[in-house]
Nanobody, 119 residues
């Protein structure tokens, strides 16, 4: 079992920056990959950025070059550094983790943190 808690959300100006953090606890040794998702009002949840156990990262086109995903070596902290924020980045951002124990994979979610980009 893995517990995920997001923090760092808030209000930013267009063109500004925010850094989100996700604290993982429980069976963190089992984590195989971690991701950030977001859900805007009236929209479905979409993948924003992902990194896997062997290091590769990927981003959706709308955030590429502006957002950076990173983690610590123990998979206990996941960070999303966001720059040049745009109003369309406004959403609830969710931390996701995939755990792997004996070839069994489980998916975990945090409760989300609100990001609002507005003048």
């Amino acid at each position: 079992q893995v517990q995920l808690v997001e923090s760092g959300g808030g209000v930013a100006q267009p063109g500004g920056s925010l850094t989100l953090s996700c604290a993982a606890s429980g069976s963190t040794y089992s984590i195989y990959a971690m991701s950030w998702y977001r859900q805007a009002p009236g929209k479905g949840r979409e993948l924003v950025a992902i990194m896997s156990i062997n290091g590769p990262t990927n981003y959706i086109d709308s955030v590429r070059g502006r957002f950076t995903i990173s983690r610590d070596d123990a998979w206990t902290t996941l960070t999303l550094q966001m720059h040049d924020l745009k109003p369309e980045d406004t959403a609830v951002y969710y931390c996701n983790a995939d755990g792997d124990i004996g070839n069994y994979r489980e998916t975990y979610w945090g409760s989300g943190t609100q990001v609002t980009v507005s003048s």
